[in-house]
């Protein structure tokens, strides 16, 4: 059944079509560290969470707070990393076979590095070990499940699981935790990565030639979903940032991001955001949060340390951020986020999810650092 906008997705997309004059416009940074403080506020007054306050939707939206007081030094972001820290008594959930379940020592790591002797590095260190050297069910590749025959079978893992690993090994000096991440990580784009269309497919189940009927969206295009790819390239400039200048295969991670923003750079709307379904726009024909948060992010991370050109990505980027503040309501909720799922599919004004705001925070952090 074809998917059509409906008349408020319209309205909204022209509203936003009509912000893309304002790309060339001198940053206001004054504004955009307002912005994400209101975002926080309203975030930690609505707490939310798919199984617990410890998991992968937290730990995306306290990435963002951890990147927001980096960039801000403003004390609100880390009250609110140490808070939940303490709440959290330091832990990650307890899937150690799911990378989705550290996600949140992001936060952690992040938190003892302003402080010494402030957090308890052993549970996430606990996790890691199990999860890397230990047998489970998917890295055996005995899960009952096809498509679940690796440890990190899904695209969204490359943002949960990589970045806390390279922090970690950072703080530690451990390289052997950069070399197991390494190694899951090349199973991932092995098996998920499409070199004709430089995207990741989520999981193998949207994959072309290797299931019994090719899932395909309406004009006859693979499916290739905006937030999916987000984890990914927003993955990577995590990984990239702390992920050691001589490390032997630093020029893969590289390469790959490079290759990704360039494809993600030409998919942007002239509203300034990316659609749900990145190959078939016209489905859901309006711009989603997540997604471009994490895009924003991710390209302006590139231009600040020079790895994209600035005179080719700095407007893309800067569109993109005034369409994510024109997302932002008056209470500081980001709205126009795409609820929990695997595929493409609708937002509105008032959806909303914390790695929303956590993608949000994110791409300020970065803009921040702009000229």
Not at 75 to 87: D, E, N, S, V
Not at 202 to 220: A, F, I, M, S
Not at 226 to 242: K, M, P, Q
Request: proline share 4%.
């Amino acid at each position: 059944m074809r998917r059509t906008p409906n008349t408020i997705y319209k309205s909204v997309f022209l509203f936003l079509l009509c912000l893309g004059v304002q790309a060339q416009m001198t940053l206001d940074k004054e504004k955009i560290e307002h912005a994400m403080v209101r975002a926080m506020e309203w975030q930690e007054a609505h707490p939310i969470f798919a199984l617990a306050p410890t998991d992968w939707t937290n730990g995306a939206y306290y990435v963002g707070v951890s990147k927001a007081h980096e960039s801000t030094r403003n004390p609100i972001f880390l009250a609110a990393l140490k808070t939940q820290g303490y709440r959290n008594e330091w832990k990650p959930l307890y899937r150690t076979y799911h990378a989705d379940d550290v996600a949140i020592s992001y936060s952690y790591l992040y938190a003892n590095s302003t402080r010494q002797n402030l957090v308890d590095l052993g549970p996430t260190k606990e996790f890691l070990d199990i999860h890397l050297y230990e047998p489970n069910k998917w890295r055996d590749g005995s899960d009952k499940m096809e498509f679940k025959k690796i440890l990190w079978w899904w695209c969204d893992a490359l943002f949960m699981a990589p970045p806390v690993l390279t922090l970690y090994a950072k703080q530690t000096g451990e390289e052997k935790y950069l070399d197991a991440m390494h190694k899951y990580y090349m199973e991932t784009y092995n098996l998920l990565f499409d070199k004709e269309e430089h995207l990741f497919a989520r999981d193998t189940r949207y994959q072309w030639g290797v299931n019994d009927k090719d899932l395909k969206e309406p004009n006859g295009k693979k499916i290739f979903w905006a937030r999916g790819n987000g984890w990914v390239l927003g993955g990577l400039a995590l990984v990239l940032t702390d992920l050691p200048k001589d490390y032997e295969h630093r020029d893969f991670y590289i390469n790959l991001y490079k290759e990704m923003a360039a494809k993600i750079k030409d998919l942007q709307h002239e509203d300034g955001l990316w659609r749900t379904s990145l190959l078939s726009p016209e489905s859901w024909d309006h711009g989603e949060v997540s997604a471009s948060g994490f895009y924003t992010f991710a390209l302006a991370w590139g231009v600040n340390n020079g790895i994209l050109d600035k005179a080719t990505y700095g407007p893309a980027v800067k569109k993109a951020w005034n369409a994510l503040v024109a997302c932002q309501h008056e209470n500081g909720m980001v709205g126009w986020v795409q609820d929990i799922g695997a595929d493409p599919q609708p937002a509105t004004a008032d959806s909303w999810q914390n790695y929303g705001t956590g993608a949000f925070l994110l791409a300020g952090s970065e803009l921040l650092k702009m000229d």
